[in-house]
Each structure stands twice: as C-alpha cells, then as structure tokens.
C-alpha cells in the first residue's frame, strides 16, 4: 500500500459527460501528479500540483482540468468526455524525494 | 526532451534463471532514472532509482538496476526470477532536478513460467 487513495475506483459514464477524479496524497506530501494510461498513449504525464498551486503540465486537453485544495487532497476534473478518453487515471505523490508513489488508479469507462 | 526506450515488449524466463528488462534513456543532462512496477489491476509500485553514486543500484524485491552512462541505458536485472515477479515493468525518467515529472517508457511485460 502506497499510502496514496483514489476514488472512485472505477466509473462508467457515457461521451459528453463530466466526472471528477479525487486524489488524496500520502501524509505529508505536498505534491500530487495525476497521469493517464492507456493502451494507444501508455503512461502520460498530465498535471502537477504543488501545495495548492499548479507545478506543471504535460499532454492534459483544454477539456480535463485539476486542482488541489488546502488539505491537499486533488480533483480531476474530465469534462465533455469522449470514447478515447476510457482510461486509468493515476495520482501519485511526493514531497522531497525524488521517487513517487502511485494510487491504485481509477480505470474510466466511457460509452 | 527526455525520452525512454523499453525495446522488448515481452520477457518470458523459466523461475530461477536470471532476469533481464532492457531500458536506454534519452536526456539534456544528468538523469534521474526508476524502474516502476505494475501488478495486474494493481498502480505503480516503486522499485528503485538511480540518482548518483555507484552504477549498481539495488531496490525492492531482490532487483537491482545498472546505470552505464556511456550506454545510456539502466537495465533491470533479477539474478533468480520468481513467478510471482510476472508483471508489468516500467522505466522512467526525469530530466533535471527543476523538471518533476516522469517520463515513462511503453512497459515490458515479464512471464515468469514455474
């Protein structure tokens, strides 16, 4: 167990839909990174938050937003969803070191 | 840009032999460089990195990793494999200490058969 929670685990929703991702990171850890699996694109990076602000951004849509709120937890948020956008979502965080710990993901469905 | 190459797709080793996984990386600089793994329905478990200091880096897990700069590579090694490490393998990379993102390699899925 990494200490890093997602939820919710799984969720199906049809295309043009809205859901929202959450991410609670291990104690302590002020930064959270949220990435997308899938089988075409493999691991992309898409987002980092730092103690409530944004870090860093890699290859994240217009559609897909983040934020991270004063507890720390973090939200993404996928709107006007689309068939490819079916795929595992995964938080990971850190704070000072140099390697992550990644939650068990939430695999998206979308129909 | 950073960049990870995982040239095998699939590894498939008999239980006990030793185990290999291939990454060569791609980086303006120093890199920081990790191996991840990935358990079916299961996130990233982190397995060991290599920052500085001695090429020979041990992890979790009995694995350890080799850094050749000259290379540019950091293969995954296993001197006796089990058939519980059957999984799927990720090299990462982060291209300088102001830069915290990974970049990930496509994965190598290890078939350990009894």
């Known amino acids: 167990d990494s200490g890093v929670t997602q939820t919710p685990k799984h969720l199906i929703t049809a295309t043009g839909q809205r859901v929202t991702l959450r991410c609670s990171p291990r104690?302590?850890?002020?930064?959270v990174y949220w990435y997308q699996q899938s089988l075409d694109q493999g691991l992309q990076f898409l987002i980092q938050?730092?103690?409530?602000?944004?870090?860093a951004k890699g290859n994240i849509l217009e559609r897909f937003s983040a934020q991270q709120f004063p507890d720390l937890h973090s939200e993404l948020n996928l709107s006007s969803l689309e068939l490819g956008d079916s795929a595992l979502y995964f938080c990971?965080?850190?704070?000072?070191?140099?390697?992550?710990?990644f939650g068990p993901g939430t695999r998206l469905t979308v129909t | 840009a950073q960049s990870v190459a995982q040239p095998e797709d699939q590894v498939n080793v008999a239980e006990g032999n030793p185990l290999t996984v291939k990454c060569t990386y791609s980086?303006?600089?120093?890199?920081?460089l990790f191996w991840y793994v990935q358990y079916p329905n299961r996130g990233l478990q982190f397995l060991l990195k290599?920052?500085?200091?001695?090429?020979l880096v041990k992890g979790s897990y009995g694995f350890e990793a080799e850094f050749n700069k000259s290379q540019t590579s950091f293969h995954l090694k296993k001197p006796s494999a089990l058939v519980s490490d059957s999984a799927l393998y990720f090299c990462?990379?982060?291209?300088?200490?102001?830069?915290?993102?990974?970049?990930f390699g496509a994965g190598t899925t290890v078939t350990v058969r009894a």
């Open positions: 938050y730092y103690n409530g602000e944004e870090r």
């Open positions: 980086v303006s600089g120093n890199p920081y």
């Open positions: 104690s302590g850890d002020l930064s």
């Open positions: 990462a990379v982060r291209g300088s200490p102001n830069d915290y993102k990974l970049s």
């Open positions: 990971a965080s850190s704070v000072g070191s140099v390697e992550k710990y």
């Open positions: 290599y920052i500085t200091g001695d090429n």
